[in-house]
């Protein structure tokens, strides 16, 4: 079936690690995006790529990388100079403007700092 | 800047109730409107969109919702709650023009409680 896959659901990270969250999407979608959402605060924007090799920052990039090597994966790697890394962060993935932007979302993963 | 606003960030109905969930946008034209859904440890699911003409948009679940330019909203709506509506629901805004450099901007959502 069609779909994007993150992996792990559940990540558990110690003080000054960096943990890399993987998404893969088989949809041939050109469009990807990672989001983080907190309690309250609805989904907040860290990256996004619209094209292989090359991602843009989204409003909260600080302490997050990403690359675009292949059309169909996406990963985050959160690096030790997030300092409070622990939330819920969703891969996303859009065929672009011929669907009006409209996004899909993974399953999400659980990150917690201990 | 686009924003979008949801009004209550909890909403409580009782099964066979309407379900009326509050979504305004601010954009100098009109934009693409979603919403989508939560349930609990899960991924957001597209319920309906607004990209055309057709300003009365029905998605799944049998939820439906309006675009009115003249008040700038997009409200959610269903005639009848049943309890697995219970989740989180979030209204989203994209810029109609730009290309493809648009992103989605989304509320800060409702959490919708059924109650029996």
Sequence with gaps: DGGITQSP????????????????????????YWY??????????????QIVN???????????SVSREKKESF????TSAQKNPTAFY???SSPGPSSGNTIYFGEGSWLTVV | AQSVTQLGSHVSVS?????LLRCNYSSSVPPYLFWYVQYPNQGLQLLLKYTSAATLVKGINGFEAEFKKSETSFHLTKPSAH????????CAVSDRYGGATNKLIFGTGTLLAVQP
Aim: aromatic share 12%.
């Design chain 1, 36 to 49: 983080r959402q907190d309690p309250g605060q609805g989904l907040r924007l860290i990256y996004y790529s």
């Design chain 1, 9 to 32: 659901k559940y990540l558990f990270r110690k003080e000054g690690q960096n943990v890399t969250l993987s998404c893969e999407q088989n949809l041939n979608h050109d469009a990807m």
């Design chain 1, 90 to 92: 969703l891969c996303a």
């Design chain 1, 54 to 64: 090359d991602f843009q920052k989204g409003d909260i990039a600080e302490g997050y």
């Design chain 2, 15 to 19: 099964e066979g109730a309407l379900v």
């Design chain 1, 75 to 78: 990963p985050l790697t959160v």
């Design chain 2, 83 to 90: 309890m697995s509506d219970a989740a989180e629901y979030f």
